[in-house]
C-alpha cells in the first residue's frame, strides 16, 4: 500500500512539472488554451453530471452556491471579471463511493468552437476507496471566448493491483 502511494506520489509531481493539461490524441498543432482551476473537491451539492459554460456573474453564484452547498460555512464566492473570463464547471454526479474524480484536461480551439475535454477517473479492481457518497466536481477560470462550447468526455480507470 505504501509503494502504491509513493508510486501515486511520484506521479503526481511529474504531472506538476509536465503538460498535464495535454490529453491524449491532442497534438503540438492544438494546444491546450490556459485556464485555472477556481475549486474542485468530492462533494457537492449536484447529484447528476452536469457541464455547464458560465458567463456572467449571478449564473455562476447560483452554480458556486449548488457545487458548496456541502460544505459549512459555506464560502463565498471568488470575484471574476466576466468581461474578461468564462468559467466552466464539471459535475460528475454522486457515486456509491470515493475514488472518482472529473476535471478539464483540455481546452482545444478548433474551427467549431472550444473543445472542452472532460477527464472522469474511475477506481478500478483492487482499488482501496472510501464507502461514502461522493460527488466530484470542478470549477474553472479561462479567457472569455464567445465561440461554442463543445464538452468530450474521456473515462480513465485506475489499475490499483
Known amino acids: 500500500m505504501i509503494h502504491h502511494l509513493l508510486r ?3 506521479a503526481g509531481a511529474a504531472c506538476l512539472m509536465t503538460a498535464c493539461a495535454a490529453t491524449p490524441g491532442d497534438s503540438a498543432a492544438s494546444p491546450s488554451a490556459p485556464f485555472e482551476v477556481v475549486l474542485s473537491g468530492r462533494h457537492s451539492g449536484v ?10 456573474s449571478e449564473t455562476f453564484v447560483a452554480v458556486w452556491r449548488r457545487a458548496t452547498a456541502r460544505q459549512y460555512p459555506q464560502p463565498a464566492p471568488p470575484e471574476i471579471d466576466f468581461s474578461r473570463s468564462m468559467v466552466i464547471a464539471v459535475f460528475l454526479g454522486e457515486r456509491r463511493s470515493g475514488g472518482y474524480q472529473i476535471g478539464v484536461g483540455a481546452l ?7 473543445r472542452v475535454t472532460v477527464r472522469e477517473t474511475r477506481p478500478g479492481a483492487g482499488c482501496n476507496t472510501t464507502q461514502a457518497l461522493t460527488e466530484p466536481f ?10 461554442p462550447v463543445h464538452f468530450q468526455k474521456q473515462v ?3 489499475s490499483c493491483d
Open 47 to 56: 447529484y447528476k453530471q452536469y457541464f455547464t459554460v458560465i458567463r456572467d
Open 138 to 147: 470542478e470549477i474553472i477560470k479561462t479567457a472569455t471566448d464567445a465561440a
Open 156 to 158: 480513465v480507470t485506475n
Open 8 to 10: 501515486l506520489g511520484v
Open 108 to 114: 482545444t480551439p478548433s474551427p467549431g468552437g472550444l
